[in-house]
């Protein structure tokens, strides 16, 4: 078989995007590199695998799912062997493609990440943002290593090592009457207009927290993005509800403010999933016990906030 690792991941990056421009732009290579190496694995296998439908991207043939489940699966085995190889001498080396969920990453991926320079300094990180639902498809394809995510959204057959409990906390303008309270309940909020974070599976978590307490929010602005949710908030066009706030969230500095909300509350677990076979390799277990330690550690603390 006459096809290079690196078609074999341009293959892979084309047929996870369903595009030969988006596999071009994760992949940083040109759009022909793109198209040689789909050529390439087809004249390989003897048979169509894409079939190219002008304004509408690749789709895959049955026969190209096929090749491509087992093109990733060795691209994971690959990765592992190339870190195990490049470790065996010293300490863990190699590239750890590690995915986030967007939304928690200014608070989350900056300590994992110098704690984990600082401890084995040949880990070079691939980093991926994005939502729940990219971080599933690309842990279960083998695309990233490992997820820092929230434990209700990782597939079955994955493992996951929770780092700390997240509450909701309530996104108040800084004037707010509510904002003046050192905590507020669902039912303060309830009443209020809501801007939702508009991500897949936020809304039905959202709206299950008052359902829990026979409540319903009044959402009147969905945003894809927590920078922007805080700019609505802060201008006055209604609260929002996030699970993980930092120290800076809660001073006001910024036009909002961020407040614990009392009471029994559905609490989702945040930690790291990754697959147990990914697992064996050394850059991601001692990605894991750089995770396990913090958590150890209490070094999530000023992110939770304790009933």
């Not at 904002?179 to 009443?191: C, E, G, K, N, R």
């Not at 922007?228 to 809660?250: E, H, K, T």
Request: aromatic share 6%.
């Amino acid at each position: 078989m006459n096809v290079t690792l690196k078609q074999l991941r341009y293959f892979d990056a084309a047929l996870r995007t369903g595009s030969i421009a988006a596999a071009a732009t994760e992949m940083h290579i040109s759009q022909s590199s793109i198209t040689a190496a789909i050529d390439a694995v087809e004249q390989s296998v003897g048979g169509e695998l894409f079939r190219r439908v002008p304004a509408k991207g690749l789709t895959a043939t049955e026969s190209g799912r096929l090749v491509g489940a087992r093109i990733a699966q060795f691209l994971e085995q690959s990765r592992i062997f190339e870190a195990d190889l490049m470790s065996v001498l010293g300490d863990p080396a190699g590239m750890l493609h590690m995915g986030c969920y967007a939304p928690t990453a200014p608070y989350v991926l900056p300590r994992l990440l110098k704690r984990l320079s600082a401890l084995h300094p040949g880990i070079r990180v691939d980093l991926k943002e994005g939502d729940f639902e990219a971080m599933v498809a690309r842990l279960q394809s083998g695309a990233i290593d490992l997820a820092l995510t929230y434990r209700r959204t990782v597939p079955e057959g994955m493992a996951f090592d929770p780092l700390f409990v997240a509450r909701p906390w309530a996104v108040l303008a800084e004037d707010s009457p509510l904002a003046a309270q050192a905590s507020v309940t669902l039912h303060d909020l309830a009443p209020l207009p809501m801007v939702l974070l508009d991500l897949p599976t936020t809304e039905s978590y959202f709206r299950k927290v008052f359902a829990d307490h026979d409540l319903s929010p009044q959402v009147v602005h969905r945003t894809k993005s927590s920078s922007v949710l805080r700019g609505l908030v802060a201008s006055g066009f209604g609260y929002s509800i996030l699970n993980i706030c930092g120290p800076a969230d809660r001073t006001g500095a910024t036009g909002y403010v961020a407040r614990p909300i009392t009471g029994r509350l559905d609490c989702p677990e945040f930690g790291v999933a990754y697959s147990p076979a990914t697992r064996r390799a050394s850059i991601v277990e001692a990605a894991l016990s750089v995770a396990r330690s913090l958590a150890e550690e209490n070094a999530f603390d000023d992110l939770m906030m304790q009933p």
